[in-house]
């Protein structure tokens, strides 16, 4: 059977980080940026209202830091290799993550079929954020039912792979799942769970090798 295999970013195929954390890095402001996602994680700001401040933290982001922080972000080791295998056999691989749109395409160049981040401006930005292109948890079911149709698809053949809160609705409605690095939000209601630093094993909890 086709399958859909649905990837979240920041803290699953990176490993305890973020895009918005590695970008920070190289930019000095690892403090601010931290504070800035507990105040996401405690509720105090919307997915837009953190994007707005954030980009205002980046105000000097340049491509030469974009392309640092994606190159030295802690990534899961065999990223391209399960990749390559969903594609041998004739599966679909996507990314859908909250995080800059900038930094999740550039998965495409790694063998992704489709990369979905949120519409930021171009960098270096001369234009604000746009709060109606930030995507929020439940657009990730949105941009899954639109996947599945542009692949002949349905969510009955989706597996979903994610670490936290953002991931629990897409979560839901699909019928596999895999836990990576998780919290309870998602370890609860996965199919599988994975603990370690290598996305072929957690892969080969679907009864695949690659």
């Not at 949120?118 to 949105?142: H, Q, Y």
């Amino acid at each position: 059977m086709t399958r859909l295999h649905l990837f979240d970013l920041d803290g699953t195929l990176i490993h305890g980080s973020a895009a918005a954390i590695e970008i920070s890095r190289q930019l000095g402001l690892e403090r601010e940026i931290a504070a800035l996602e507990r105040g996401f994680a405690g509720g105090e700001m919307t997915t837009a209202q953190f994007a707005e401040r954030a980009c205002a933290l980046w105000e000097e982001l340049t491509e030469d830091h974009v392309a640092a922080a994606f190159e030295g972000a802690p990534w899961l080791a065999g990223i391209r290799e399960v990749w390559a295998d969903i594609r041998a056999r004739g599966e679909r691989c996507a990314v859908i993550s909250l995080s800059p749109g900038f930094f999740v395409s550039r998965l495409l160049e790694w063998g992704a079929d489709a990369t979905h981040g949120s519409a930021w401006p171009a960098v270096p930005f001369r234009e604000p954020v746009d709060p109606a292109g930030i995507l929020t948890p439940a657009a990730k079911v949105r941009i899954a039912d639109e996947l599945c149709a542009k692949f002949g698809l349905t969510r009955d053949h989706c597996v979903a792979y994610g670490d936290s809160l953002s991931d629990a609705e897409l979560f839901t409605v699909v019928p596999v799942s895999v836990a990576v690095n998780a919290d309870h939000h998602v370890s609860e209601i996965a199919s599988h769970a994975y603990a370690g630093r290598d996305l072929r094993e957690a892969y080969e909890l679907l009864g695949n090798r690659t």
